[in-house]
């Protein structure tokens, strides 16, 4: 009995053997890309051809990182990515990740190895990195004398810093020997003592670039005891040189911007903080002059000078009640005196001698009252308001007066 497939299952089974096969999951191939086109959502649609053939490919819009030109029908290219079937149609075509000129595909699979060898031994760590200093005095640069890429680097240089000092070191950057003369060029300013080193060049192919892939300038950078900032090529252009430097540059232009800081900022930001300083101090001294002003007040307040002057005045307003309150006093003991002057001037024996009334006394002063008290003979003392008459007792005579 024969065995009936739907369309579904035999793709779907073609599909499984492609997904099986280690050698489609990751391949290269290369050839002539025709009829290529750069879809709105970002995916590349084209075909690859030589003599013998005709291949589909697709470059989604995720891997165009992969891609470090603008392809075009007639580009000679080797294509790295995964063959695989479109189900819904039963059809298969190359996946492409990274798409490189034809001639390059050899070194970059040399690039690959070497940054999976140095990554693997640590050199890429960011541990290993070094601080690129905020102000520097002494720039070097290992990059051709002529060019765009030390121009700019020197006009954004200078423009930013003027008083900056730039040592360039004319290196090779392409060709037989341009490896050994950028090492040369990063060992001699390292010595130099500059303060940031800038190794570079302009962009370019794979192959115009590769001395900046070579292990020996990744070790010179690595171990430059200088910080390092590498700017090779374009934006979109990596090579080993990016990954060991300490600080990697998408163009030499912007690596002289991040190297050297612009004066004229600092200058501003200085001035600015000096202002800020100026007008806090001056907010200080104002609050430090009230707190004073009032220290002061509370001084006088508080200070022995104004607690003796205090005391004197109350102790004068003492002194000024003690003195109203004895005259007071004095008042009051005069006008009793005089009360009583007045209470006693009526039993005062003047008073009653002016009256015509005597005191009669014996010779010993004492006073007579009694005719008991004097006998015939006896002397007596009889005073009167003027003076004393002195008198002989020839007789006495009792009476019973009505008091």
């Not at 903080?273 to 508080?302: C, F």
């Not at 000078?305 to 109203?324: I, V």
């Not at 009334?357 to 004492?366: K, N």
Request: charged share 25%; proline share 3%; glycine share 8%.
């Amino acid at each position: 009995m024969k065995t009936i497939y739907s369309v579904g299952q035999v793709n779907r089974y073609v599909k499984n053997m492609f997904v099986q096969d280690f050698v489609l999951k990751k391949i290269y191939v290369k050839g002539e890309v025709s009829n290529c086109k750069y879809h709105p959502s970002g995916h590349i649609y084209f075909s690859l051809k030589d003599e013998t053939g005709l291949l589909s490919c697709v470059m989604f819009a995720g891997h165009r990182r992969g891609l470090a030109f603008s392809m075009k029908d007639g580009d000679k290219v080797v294509v790295g990515g995964t063959v695989d079937v479109y189900e819904r149609d039963g059809r298969y075509q190359l996946y492409a990740r990274e798409i490189t000129l034809e001639g390059a595909g050899a070194l970059y699979e040399r690039f690959l190895a070497l940054k999976t060898e140095l990554e693997e031994m640590g050199m890429f760590a960011q541990e290993y990195k070094q601080p690129i200093p905020k102000y520097i005095r002494r720039l070097g640069v290992v990059t051709a004398p002529s060019g765009a890429a030390v121009q700019d680097i020197r006009n954004i240089s200078l423009r930013r810093n003027p008083y900056l000092q730039i040592i360039l070191y004319p290196a090779l950057v392409q060709g037989e020997g341009a490896a050994d003369s950028i090492v040369k060029g990063i060992h001699m300013l390292d010595q130099a003592g500059v303060d940031v080193i800038i190794v570079g060049r302009g962009g370019g192919s794979i192959e115009d670039l590769w001395a900046f892939n070579e292990e020996k300038v990744a070790r010179a950078v690595f171990e430059c005891r200088t910080p390092v900032i590498s700017a090779v090529g374009h934006e979109t252009d990596f090579t080993i040189t990016d990954f060991v430097a300490d600080l990697r540059a998408p163009t030499p232009s912007a690596a002289a911007e991040l190297a050297v800081d612009n004066l004229k900022n600092t200058l501003e930001t200085i001035w600015n903080y000096r202002d800020r300083m100026r007008r806090g101090m001056k907010g200080k001294l104002e609050l430090y002059e009230a707190k004073l002003g009032q220290y002061q007040v509370r001084l006088q307040y508080l200070g022995p000078e104004s607690r003796l002057r205090e005391n004197r005045e109350r102790m004068r307003l003492l002194e000024q009640e003690f003195r109203d309150a004895m005259e007071q006093k004095i008042q009051q003991y005069r006008h009793a005196l005089g009360i009583y002057l007045e209470r006693y001037k009526g039993l005062s024996p003047l008073s009653k001698l002016n009256r015509g009334y005597a005191f009669v006394s014996d010779e010993e002063g004492r006073a007579v009252t009694k005719i008991s008290q004097a006998s015939s003979g006896q002397r007596l003392e009889i005073s009167v308001t003027d003076g004393v008459i002195e008198a002989e007792v020839s007789g006495c005579r009792k009476e019973n007066w009505n008091i």
